[in-house]
């Protein structure tokens, strides 16, 4: 097993994997920008490194400073986290070049998925299903048109290097393909460099259900049930729930051998999660692959209590996993607690939190990296916490985040705490009956303010 770790990355990640390396015996290395100088990560890890200033390519995206840290203090692996270098096909493969472990999925298999269209193709040889969708690439506008019309609208058309739902657009009839292309290409183009457009039918009434899933270094895989994530606001997932109130035990099934069908057939290694888009009708159809561990992690370690982040360690290790899959037994709820003001379109609120009392009791996880004072700094993730209950049932797991998130006290910046209250009493989110397009209509009530 590694005898060191280095972390390459910052926050409530870089916290939640020092805990489990220390459980393990395993020292840790903390890479800090200068604006992160008095963070937790950098305080309870064994050693710490500065990379650099505070903007994110000038340190956490900037590889050379992260394998300079792990030469000099003798590290043997690297864990990325989430976000940043930890899909980068490029920074696995100059880990394996300097005989440092990336504990995470190889280049290549981050290269098969992280191109969307690429990833597309190798799920349907792999037989999972897929969304109805163009051959590859779009050309031009009057490619997209033809592909639109055979295909019938509405379609969605996408950038093949995206995220975060930049170069995405609906387009429901011929008339406004025209403009949404070139807008799309556009925007792509600024965000990835890369203005590579394809299309997919768009799935009405869709909940986006993801599947996590674990491979080891001898092409096994086992699967650890759903993650609904269809509360989201511009494609950013604001809270996630397991097992999901749309699931039956059938297609939990069949997702789930889905799943493992897709890290089975690029031999996936780590952990990652299999995307799915859900129809009302319950088809489901293969969206994309995470090749990393996810915010949302802790709801399922909760309902099948499981370590994810340790067996991340082991599998990138060496050991084999047992390939059985797993079920929850709880219901799991979590809730992303961003430094952004939900009365005022969810605005980023950086600055110094002064007053900070944090929710306790049965069932009440919390994941974070802030403390009394902390200074909230402009240049990253507004994510500030994770809120995580845990309970019995759905409606005791809702109750218990209720309690939870009235004893949340952040003074000093606005918090997405207020939308979370009143997202609990939503009838909607109660009922169980929401889609990816729940945000659309969803309008802040100022009794909930602070």
Same mark, same amino acid.
Request: proline share 5%.
């Given at each position: ?7 390459a ?27 992160d ?9 064994d ?43 490029k920074?696995? &493969? ?7 472990k990336?504990?995470?999925?190889s280049?290549?298999q ?14 349907k ?23 639109? &019309?055979?295909?019938?609208?509405p ?44 299309m ?13 899933v ?13 993650r ?5 606001r ?60 996810q915010?949302e ?38 809730c ?15 600055? &110094? ?6 929710p ?8 974070t ?16 916490? &994770?809120?995580?209950?845990?309970a ?8 218990k ?50």
């Amino acid at each position: 097993m590694f005898k060191k770790v280095l972390i390459a990355n910052r926050g409530e990640i870089a916290l939640r994997i020092i805990r489990t390396c220390k459980e393990m015996g395993i020292k840790t290395v903390a890479v800090y920008s200068k604006a992160d100088e008095e963070s937790l990560h950098v305080r309870f890890a064994d050693e710490a490194v500065c990379i650099g200033p505070a903007p994110s390519h000038e340190s956490y995206l900037k590889i050379p400073n992260i394998i300079a840290a792990a030469e000099i203090t003798n590290a043997d692996a690297i864990h990325p986290g989430y976000g940043f270098l930890s899909e980068n096909s490029k920074f696995s &493969k100059i880990c394996a070049e300097h005989e440092i472990k990336f504990i995470g999925a190889s280049g290549a298999q981050i290269d098969q998925m992280g191109d969307k269209a690429t990833a597309k193709e190798t799920m349907k040889k792999a037989g999972v299903p897929t969304i109805p969708g163009s051959e590859g690439l779009l050309k031009d506008v009057a490619d997209a048109k033809k592909v639109a &019309k055979k295909m019938g609208y509405p379609v969605m058309i996408k950038a093949t290097a995206g995220g975060g739902g930049k170069g995405m657009r609906a387009i429901w009839s011929e008339d406004e393909m025209e403009s949404n292309f070139e807008s799309a290409v556009q925007e792509a183009t600024a965000a990835f460099g890369n203005g590579g457009m394809y299309m997919e039918k768009l799935i009405e009434e869709p909940r986006h259900i993801e599947i996590q899933v674990v491979g080891d270094q001898f092409g096994k895989a086992c699967h650890l049930s759903e993650r609904d994530c269809s509360v989201q606001r511009r494609h950013q997932k604001l809270t996630e729930e397991t097992p999901s109130p749309f699931m039956t035990d059938s297609l939990r099934e069949e997702m789930g051998k889905a799943a493992v069908k897709a890290a089975e057939f690029i031999k996936y290694e780590g952990a990652g999660t299999v995307e799915f888009l859900v129809d009302k009708h319950r088809n489901f159809y293969f969206m994309e692959m995470n090749t990393r561990i996810q915010v949302e992690h802790p709801i399922t370690e909760q309902v099948v209590d499981y370590d994810l982040i340790r067996e991340q360690i082991l599998v990138a290790g060496g050991v084999p996993i047992s390939g059985k899959n797993y079920y929850p037994k709880l219901h799991s709820i979590e809730c992303r607690i961003n430094a952004e003001d939900p009365y005022n379109d969810f605005r980023p609120s950086p600055g &110094k939190i002064t007053t900070l009392h944090t929710p306790g009791g049965h069932g009440i996880r919390l994941d974070t990296h802030v403390y009394s004072g902390y200074m909230i700094p402009p240049n990253y993730d507004s994510m500030i916490a &994770k809120l995580i209950t845990t309970a019995q049932t759905r409606e005791e797991a809702i109750n218990k985040m209720r309690r939870a998130l009235d004893e949340f006290v952040i003074e000093g910046v606005k918090t997405t705490i207020p939308f979370h209250r009143q997202l609990m009493e939503h009838p909607d989110y109660l009922a169980g009956n929401y889609t990816t397009k729940f945000m659309e209509d969803f309008e802040m009530d100022p009794k909930y303010q602070d």
